[in-house]
């Protein structure tokens, strides 16, 4: 099994930046890919980024490329979303999710998830 927290959020102004990051179990965690979704208030879960077990492959959405950028570190068992030039429309609840599989932009392709973290961007 394996437990992931996410952290970082908050209230951040219009064109500011913020970094997320997801704190996960540390048995084989180098072996997992990795996602980030995000739930704004009365809408889907959606896709944000992803990247494989060894940090070589990256996607992102259209809608925060060139903005966001998703690392990974796994001597600290831990994955981050760097989110940069921050939009109103960026608010939502940010999750982070692990996969024993390959990674994708599929919600059902993630095997755990983590319990979510808030991110307001005021204008």
């Known amino acids: 099994q394996v437990q992931l927290v996410e952290s970082g959020g908050g209230l951040v102004q219009a064109g500011g930046s913020l970094r997320l990051s997801c704190a996960a179990s540390?048995?084989?965690?180098?072996?997992?890919?990795m996602g980030w979704f995000r739930q704004a208030a009365g809408k889907e879960r959606e896709f944000v980024a992803t990247?494989?077990?060894?940090?070589?492959?990256?996607y992102y959405a259209d809608s925060v490329k060139g903005r966001f950028t998703i690392s990974r570190d796994n001597a600290k068992n831990t994955v981050y979303l760097q989110m940069n030039s921050l939009k109103p429309e960026d608010t939502a609840v940010y999750y982070c999710?692990?996969?024993?599989?390959?990674?994708?932009?599929?919600?059902?392709?993630?095997?755990?998830w983590g319990q979510g973290t808030q991110v307001t961007v005021s204008s």
């Open positions: 999710a692990a996969t024993a599989q390959v990674v994708s932009s599929s919600l059902n392709g993630y095997n755990y």
């Open positions: 990247i494989n077990w060894s940090g070589g492959r990256t």
């Open positions: 540390g048995r084989t965690f180098s072996s997992y890919g």
